[in-house]
């Protein structure tokens, strides 16, 4: 026998001790095991049903919405139209600004041109409540087709009435 090597007594006390260490360490890892398990189920539990309302959220949005000229023009329109939109809640300026512009403002499509006098005097001749009608229900003329108020059916009848006040006064 060398002399590094250990005695009987000696190893076992030492055997005790790992032992006793070892049991000690294992009872340590399984109260931090469980303490943290819970953490992690709390906060898995709150973050799901975050999740949860966040896909939900999500999928009852509505698809799409139509946006058609200005769009801050438009959403403000749908709101005043919910209410019954008697008032026009926007300038004629803003609401041909929105929808009428497009084929107004260069006259394409056969549409009478905004500011150019000339090709409105027939039509203001024809009396205004004629040019209401015409933008609020839709008309085909001999130069082209004007669709119910511009395209955007979100828009009140007051709104296209002061729309086509704001054209006809900056068109004659
Ligand atoms: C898609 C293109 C287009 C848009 C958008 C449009 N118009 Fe027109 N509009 C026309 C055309 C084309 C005519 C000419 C029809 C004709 O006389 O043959 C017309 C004609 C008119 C007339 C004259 C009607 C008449 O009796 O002579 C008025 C008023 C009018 N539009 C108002 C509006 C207003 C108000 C809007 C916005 C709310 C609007 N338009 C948006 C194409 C458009």
Redesign the pocket.
């Known amino acids: 026998m060398s002399e590094t090597s250990m005695s009987d007594n000696q190893f076992s006390k030492l055997f005790a001790i790992m032992i006793t260490f070892m049991f000690c360490l294992t009872i340590f890892l399984i109260f931090l095991a469980r303490s943290n398990s819970d953490d992690v189920q709390t906060a898995l539990d709150g973050e799901s049903q975050v999740g949860v309302n966040d896909i939900i959220t999500e999928r009852v949005e509505p698809v799409g919405e139509m946006m ?1 000229g200005d769009a801050a023009v438009v959403a403000e329109v749908a709101v005043t139209d919910n209410t019954g939109g008697d008032v026009a809640a926007i300038s ?1 300026e803003q ?2 600004q ?7 403002n260069s006259g ?5 041109k905004f500011g150019d006098a000339a090709v ?1 005097t ?2 203001i001749a ?1 009396g205004i409540e ?7 229900n839709g ?9 119910a ?4 059916t979100a ?1 009140s009848d007051d ?3 002061a ?2 006040d ?3 006064d900056k068109s004659q």
């Open positions: 058609v004629g609401v041909y929105a929808s009428c512009a497009a084929c107004h394409i499509a056969g549409s009478p409105w027939d039509r024809s004629t040019l209401y009608d015409h933008a609020i008309f085909t003329g001999a130069s082209g087709m004007m669709p108020k511009g395209g955007n828009l709104e296209v009435r729309s086509v704001y054209m006809v």
